[in-house]
């Protein structure tokens, strides 16, 4: 599925986003911020598309020190996301999203989202954010949700390229495992053709093999090596 992280600073709603998008009440909620110290994931489908959907703990600028910890795991996921779904609270005066939003892989899709907008001071809250682009919501009520579903699916398309008859969805990450792995083989083949050292053409197999490790889950190399090479008389 699509690593999709939820992040925000405490309070802002982020696992009763979860739950609305879910169907049911899947992440602990609470009035009191931190409320989340690790993350929490599901996997939900929307359209046609599969999420790995997760809750983080809130980024909150001066922290405790077990929220401190919680923090790094949200930190720690926003860089293997896909899909950043940034929320804010829409009744603050002040409302923003905390650095690290920013923060994250080139290849992940953001898409922000106020929540709470059922509470007062959302005119507030949309003056603040001139320039930006929000999905407004609240995850107590449900209103917006559709438009959020819609906006993720969107995102998500971006992540389908149809070969032919076929359509194949991959994660921005798999993509980029892919592109490795194609680049590898490109510079294998010439190695292969032009009679070059063998152990070139080993490194490159080697560097396909991590990146489809990067898909699959972890690939024991030197066993694959030894049976392609089997045939092969390579010095140690």
Not at 68 to 92: F, Y
Not at 121 to 148: K, M, N, P, R, Y
Not at 186 to 204: D, F, K, M, T, Y
Request: hydrophobic share 45%.
């Amino acid at each position: 599925g699509i690593k999709t992280v939820i992040v925000g600073e405490p309070n802002v709603g982020k696992s009763s986003l979860l739950n609305r998008l879910v169907g049911r009440e899947r992440a602990l909620v609470s009035p009191e911020p931190g409320t989340t110290r690790d993350f929490i994931e599901e996997r939900i489908m929307v359209g046609p598309h599969c999420l790995r959907l997760i809750d983080t703990a809130g980024l909150n600028p001066s922290p405790a020190p077990l929220e401190r910890l919680g923090m790094e795991r949200t930190r720690e996921r926003l860089q293997e996301a896909d899909l950043v779904i940034a929320v804010a609270d829409a009744s603050r005066e002040s409302v923003g999203f905390p650095p690290e939003v920013n923060d994250v892989p080139a290849r992940a899709i953001r898409i922000k989202v106020l929540n709470k907008c059922d509470l007062g001071g959302f005119e507030a809250a949309f003056g603040s954010l001139v320039g930006e682009t929000a999905v407004h919501v609240s995850a107590l009520t449900g209103q917006g949700i559709a438009e959020l579903t819609a906006a993720i699916s969107a995102a998500a398309d971006s992540f389908r390229t149809d070969v032919g008859e076929d359509v194949i969805a991959v994660s921005a990450r798999h993509a980029h495992a892919l592109g490795e792995a194609l680049g590898a083989l490109g510079r294998g083949r010439e190695i292969l053709l032009s009679g070059g050292p063998v152990e070139l053409l080993a490194s490159e197999v080697r560097t396909v093999l991590a990146a489809y490790g990067e898909i699959t889950g972890k690939v024991d190399n030197e066993r694959m090596l030894d049976q392609l090479f089997a045939t092969f008389c390579i010095g140690k």
